[in-house]
């Protein structure tokens, strides 16, 4: 499949590199800017108490068993993972995608060292693809079932209604 419909895979390629550096700036902006506000410590960084908080929420999660109240308003711990996950996918997409570009070469060397060669980033980079992929559909699937209208106006507004049968 090509973008915009052609069988011509040069135009898709320039989409993809078009979207990377969308997918770059975007990513750089928002570290740069959860450093500065204190958002990545503050939220998202996981606590001690979180880190043995784990097997809990994993049981709850399986259960479908959502936090209430208060607690509904903060990242559980494995939010906070999924998230520092998704932060450390990305970069290992950008810098593997740098990676297999023989111009890039005489900018950064050492990026074919770093990930032994253009196969292996290659490979990094379809397995990083494919783990965003599927942080994607869970974040979709939780979020219906955490109720869409809700959270859906959360991440767009910034603020979350607890429900009253929750409060």
Known sequence: ITIPGFQDLADARHWHFLFAWILAINGLLYL???????HLQRD????RADILAIPRSIIDHIKLKHPTGDAARRYNVLQKLAYLGVIVLITLMVLTGLTMSPGFDAICPWLL????????????HFLSAALIVL????????????????????????WYRIPKEHE
């Open 32 to 38: 740069i800017y959860s450093l500065w506000s204190r």
């Open 44 to 47: 998202i960084w996981p606590s």
């Open 113 to 124: 060292d770093l990930f032994g060669g253009r196969q292996s980033a290659r490979s990094i």
């Open 135 to 158: 942080f994607v559909i869970v974040h979709l699937v939780e979020v219906v079932l955490a109720g869409p209208i809700n959270e859906i106006r959360s991440m767009l507004n910034g």
